[in-house]
């Protein structure tokens, strides 16, 4: 409260503080001085000076007022004088004092702010909240200033769903006329939605309105979707939403009465109340098609109307025609063409008249292609992906799919929009894309650790749009428990600015096959590749497209000579046949071709289109193999709409030989050049946990039992010359809080199956009676029981080995004193060896997985049970795979 104090001497007002307000000393409403004090009408002004500024010049104080030296004054000018001062928001406090004439203006600026501090706050950052604040650091502290800033915290905070937060805002004052202003924050529960209560319907029951609505009742469940939370912008949109339900359901004159959310008395929750009318339900009565468009006939208008005469009314089905006469009519060349429906109730009968009307409009061209916001990619890069130029028609469908093809490049934003507007004439049309580049360098270095690969090193470069030209430019090294690679590569979209895609390829991958017994992991082979690839790709159509490539690598498979190695030899008793059949060093050229066609809305994250590819590699232009493999792959994906997407794949393949390698249970199609399948391909196995298989099961010394123990079985997956796999994925959405987490869960079902090779001869150990004489081969009947397999030792020229008294091998026969040496012998004991999973019975999993885009790198984890498997098949529950970036 201020005052002034006029006459013959000087009183001062201040402002009073209020405990209620802690800005309270910032007020500035004026007192009414009593009537005794008023002035005589007519004084007249002397001087007007003016004390206790510091920042502000005194002429810059008076040139606020209406009081000047030689100008009568009343007590209402000095009255109005001091509302004038304070609507500048300068001071904090102001005095006037009048000493006959001579006025006196004594003023105390407000503060210079020095910092601006947030204290409480856990679920809003502070940079969240600071980009609210209006105060800043060296700005004269006002206090409309500071409640217009508490008031935009509240609302932050209300958008989040906490209605029960408050801000008590503090001022600690500092030397020189400084403050530092304190936001405390008590950001209290989030507000929840207690209830949903519907009144007025009759039809459809409290819970089936309450699915159709985006807002949820807070359930325990629920506690990672925000679906629950108070938002009254949902609010809105639920009305929306139940509207839209029975407009479909034909009820035509149903209407939201009244929506109410009400606080809980202890102001955490709310409960909201719907009051709804249905009204009566309606049939569709004529359907009419009035076109003043030439090309654009009424005899047609049966192909674009999904319903007839007689069927319920459905308000979804009317927009879903309008948007498809629109489009219609935008293929045909007439950008601006809108279709209108005009409606006829005839409540007697309760049937709904539908006329669609079509006005005349000019066919649209193309004025100009304008592109905006892209400061590293060049305008060619995006002017090449539109299927639209300058000049020509207009056509929606061209332009949806310029869309498309831009956003698959992956350096803009989502949801990219090509912008349509009005040209410089009623038959011009301006098409603007506004893109947001996005960071399309990639410099990873990351660790972690995986179900498949164990522990895993990777550091990658990678520019998907080098120096602006939407080339991509790679560089890798990955490491990991049984595989490395190091590759190079680089590709070149555009040749010579002509629409044919060029790239190479330059490799070194090393890989170890294992198998497990116990918990001890055994390597089974090496194999290390080294090549190029070169390869190119030339579109046929605006959805077909045909790439061809060369590959030149050669292939090194190896064994381990001191584990599987007999006299320099590699021994089938050791290592298995179709291991010794494999090992080699060879050339692969190969010659292969892509049949692809792709109308996916998107090609890194689909929601929409179909993509199937057919692919064939010869091998054989020269080197050492020749096979032909063929592989088709196709995925079609369904946006349901609510953010559930439905994605459907299949792939197959055959491998066809074109060598005779011989010999009993070899086949033509090496190990290594079959298919495998398994974790990661189909969920719910283990690591090539499908198809043929060799599985060695050892004996309980002396007896004819085999040990069946898992863990003990060595098992040798060994692929097929033919496989199939199928997916079918749903994808489901969860609130805004996860989907800014980056969780994206899914459930899912996977069948397939590998198979076609030829059966591999399996080895066979004597049976022994109990003299110790042959009686036959494993498996061993009756009373008799497997017995070792022994094999001499040689040296390098074949002769057989001794060992000598001190251990060594020696080809000497006796020792110094003539005696005899024993016989250097290498036993192997029995096993039983079985060849199972050769079977194209579908392997069929289901289950649920969630993707995580965490802080730590990406992270993927699956539960799926297999509800289908062959003998042999190696199931696996749970599967995850986490990577961190550093």
């Not at 005095?95 to 006959?100: H, K």
């Not at 408050?166 to 924050?185: A, H």
Request: proline share 4%; glycine share 8%.
């Amino acid at each position: 409260m201020l005052g002034t104090i006029l006459g013959g001497f000087a009183a001062p007002a201040h402002a009073q503080t209020s405990e209620q307000d802690p800005l309270a000393q910032f007020n500035t409403e004026a007192e009414a001085v009593d009537p005794d004090t008023a002035l005589v009408p007519g004084a007249v002004i002397r001087s007007v000076q003016v004390e206790g500024s510091q920042r502000i010049e005194p002429d810059t104080v008076r040139s606020y007022i209406e009081l000047a030296p030689g100008a009568t004054y009343t007590r209402e000018d000095l009255d109005e004088a001091l509302r004038d001062l304070f609507e500048t928001e300068l001071f904090r406090d102001v005095e006037i004092r009048d000493n006959q004439g001579d006025i006196v203006i004594v003023v105390q600026e407000n503060p210079v702010i020095n910092r601006i501090l947030l204290e409480g706050n856990r679920r809003l950052d502070d940079e969240d909240i600071r980009g609210e604040i209006r105060l800043a650091p060296r700005q004269i502290f006002t206090r409309s200033r500071a409640r217009a800033d508490v008031s935009r915290i509240i609302e932050l905070y209300r958008r989040r769903g906490r209605f029960a937060a408050s801000i008590e805002p503090q001022m600690v004052e500092l030397d020189q006329n400084r403050v530092d202003i304190v936001f405390e924050i008590s950001e209290g529960p989030r507000s929840r939605v207690q209830q949903i209560n519907v009144i007025g319907n009759e039809v459809y029951s409290d819970s089936d309105l309450r699915s159709e609505m985006a807002t949820k009742q807070s359930r325990f469940f629920r506690f990672f979707s925000s679906s629950d939370t108070f938002d009254p912008d949902r609010l809105a949109f639920d009305q929306q939403r139940l509207r839209q339900f029975y407009l479909t359901e034909g009820y035509a004159d149903f209407r939201v009465v009244s929506a109410v959310a009400e606080l809980t008395p202890d102001r955490r929750d709310f409960i909201i109340t719907y009051v709804v009318e249905e009204g009566e339900r309606y049939r569709f009565g004529d359907l009419e098609l009035d076109s003043d468009l030439r090309d654009f006939r009424s005899e047609q208008f049966s192909n674009f109307i999904p319903m007839q005469t007689g069927d319920w009314y459905n308000a979804q089905q009317i927009e879903d025609t309008i948007d498809r006469l629109n489009e219609t009519a935008g293929l045909l060349g007439y950008a601006f063409a809108e279709a209108r429906p005009e409606f006829n109730i005839n409540r007697e009968d309760r049937t709904m008249d539908v006329r669609f009307r079509i006005e005349e409009t000019p066919r649209v061209y193309v004025e100009r292609i304008e592109i905006n916001g892209n400061t590293l990619t060049r305008d060619k890069v995006i002017r090449r992906e539109f299927r639209l130029q300058e000049g020509d028609a207009f056509n929606s469908f061209l332009v949806r799919r310029s869309q498309a093809r831009i956003q698959s490049l992956g350096f803009f934003q989502e949801n990219f929009e090509i912008a349509q507007s009005p040209g410089s004439a009623p038959d011009r049309i301006v098409l603007t894309a506004n893109v947001e580049e996005n960071a399309t360098g990639e410099l990873q270095l990351s660790a972690g650790f995986s179900s498949l690969e164990r522990f895993i090193l990777n550091f990658s470069v990678r520019q998907r749009n080098f120096m602006g030209k939407g080339q991509e430019l790679r560089a890798g090294v990955n490491w990991s428990s049984f595989s490395n690679s190091v590759e190079l590569g680089f590709t070149e979209p555009y040749l010579f600015d002509r629409n044919i895609a060029v790239g190479v390829d330059l490799f070194r991958r090393d890989f170890d096959s294992f198998n497990f017994i116990g918990n001890d992991r055994n390597t089974t082979y090496q194999q290390v590749s080294t090549g190029f690839q070169i390869r190119a790709g030339v579109p046929l159509t605006e959805f077909w497209t045909l790439a061809l490539r060369y590959g030149l690598s050669q292939e090194d498979v190896t064994l381990d000579e001191n584990t599987f190695f007999i006299n320099d030899e590699c021994s089938p008793l050791l290592a298995g046949r179709f291991l010794c059949d494999t090992i080699g060093n060879r050339i692969i050229s190969s010659v292969g071709y892509s049949l692809v066609y792709n109308n996916l809305d998107n090609n890194i994250r689909p929601s929409s289109g179909r993509r199937i590819i057919l692919s064939q590699d010869f091998a054989g232009v020269f080197g050492d193999v020749r096979y032909l493999r063929t592989r088709i792959d196709a995925d079609q994906f369904f946006n349901l709409g609510s953010g559930f997407i439905f994605g459907l794949s299949a792939e197959a393949g055959y491998t066809l030989s074109f060598e005779n390698r011989g010999g009993a249970g070899v086949d033509d199609i090496r190990l290594t050049d079959r298919f495998f399948l398994g974790e990661p391909q189909i969920r719910g196995f283990d690591i090539r946990g499908v198809g043929p298989r060799v599985q060695r099961f050892s004996y309980t010394p002396g007896t004819n039992e085999l040990i069946t123990d898992p863990r003990f079985v060595v098992d040798d997956a060994i692929g097929g010359r033919a496989y199939y796999l199928a997916r079918a994925e749903l994808e489901i959405p969860l609130g805004s809080g996860a989907r800014e987490l980056g969780f994206r869960p899914s459930i899912f079902v996977d069948a397939g199956a590998v198979f076609g090779v030829t059966d591999p001869v399996l080895q066979t150990f004597p049976c022994l009676d109990a003299n110790g004489d042959e009686v036959g081969r494993t498996p061993c009947t009756g009373d008799a029981i497997p017995g070792p397999i022994v094999t001499r030792l040689l040296d390098n020229n074949g002769a057989p080995l001794f060992i000598a008294p001190d251990g060594t091998l020696t080809t000497d026969s006796v020792d110094d004193m003539g005696n005899a040496l024993a016989e250097a012998n290498r036993t192997i004991a029995p096993f039983l060896e079985r060849f199972v999973g050769d079977s194209p019975s579908p392997r069929v999993t289901v289950g649920a997985g969630v993707s995580w885009n965490s802080p730590f790198g990406p992270f993927r984890i699956d539960l799926a049970y297999a509800l289908l498997q062959e003998e042999g098949d190696e199931d696996k529950i749970f599967s995850f795979n986490i990577g961190t970036q550093f």
